[in-house]
């Protein structure tokens, strides 16, 4: 296994550990999201079920679950799948399967509609999450994924730029080559995509909006982080001490994060 496979395999079970301040913790995805995924793929409650990847404990699947739809939910941490059967109890039409996507088998040999990963994709293994998505969808089944990342539009909070010298200082700055993008510089993977050759008709659509913090929700947010989860307790102390100390001192004591998502949604060839 090449080393960024290890890496990911490692560091996509770190969430597990977050299980019970994930929900609470991360954004919400826009209503707005849901509504375009829905009418790019065509989906229609009574007649096609979804198969969500790596659902966590279910942020993404319950406002699908409370339009009606069947959803099949498989989640590689076992804490995390807990998590979604609880938070989902109430959709019997729900199921949550506590399992990696990549050697998951369905119980029935019933196609889906729509394969879907909310952000989750980029944690399947890149060599097999096209041909598997594929693989579980029924021909005109559409695959359909999508992340919520920092955005930094102009007139954004300077917190973020300001804080990254105490990440450089605990030897956790930014990799070679990344920057601050604004929502419409967020990157799309629709050549990745029609590389496949499994998938076409790729859309994209693109969704931005803006969460106030104080400094403890704020750190709450960052403990769901693989990145954050993975840090030696001393840089996690200078790292939220500084937080803490800066924050302390504005008048409101809170920050603005701004989020970006780019939905992609592709139909089987």
């Known amino acids: ?20 301040q994930y929900q609470e913790a991360r954004p919400e995805y826009p209503g707005e999201l849901y509504a375009a995924l829905i009418a790019l793929a065509g989906l229609r409650p009574e007649a096609d079920s ?11 699947t319950i406002p699908l679950a409370r339009r009606g739809f069947r959803i099949t939910c498989v989640e590689l941490g076992a804490a995390l799948a807990g998590e979604a059967r609880r938070n989902l109890a109430g959709f ?28 989750a994709w980029h944690w399947v293994n890149p060599e097999i999450r096209y041909p598997k998505a594929r693989e579980l969808l029924k021909p005109g089944g559409h695959l359909a994924f999508w992340e919520a990342v920092h955005a930094f539009p102009d007139g954004g909070d300077p917190f973020f730029r300001e804080i990254q010298d105490v990440y450089d200082e605990i ?3 930014l990799p070679p080559g990344s920057g601050f993008p604004r929502p419409d510089e967020l990157a799309d993977s629709t050549a990745e995509i029609e590389a496949s050759g499994l998938f076409t008709g790729v859309a994209v659509r693109r969704f931005d909006w803006e969460i106030k913090y104080t ?13 954050h989860i993975a840090m030696a307790d001393w840089q996690r102390d200078r790292l939220y001490g500084e937080i803490r100390r800066r924050l302390a001192a ?3 004591g809170q920050l603005r994060r701004h989020w970006g998502a780019v939905l992609h949604v592709a139909r089987t060839v």
């Open 1 to 20: 296994m090449p080393p960024e496979a290890n890496d990911r395999e490692l560091l996509r079970q770190t969430f597990n550990t977050a299980a019970a």
């Open 50 to 60: 979804l198969c969500e990847v790596g659902a966590g404990p279910g942020k993404a």
């Open 92 to 119: 019997d039409r729900v199921t949550v399967v506590n399992a990696d996507f990549e050697t998951w088998r369905p119980a029935s040999p019933e196609a889906f509609g729509l394969v879907f990963a909310a952000t």
């Open 171 to 173: 030897n956790e700055g």
């Open 215 to 227: 400094a403890e929700a704020y750190i709450r947010l960052l403990d769901t982080f693989s990145g």
């Open 250 to 252: 504005r008048p409101d």
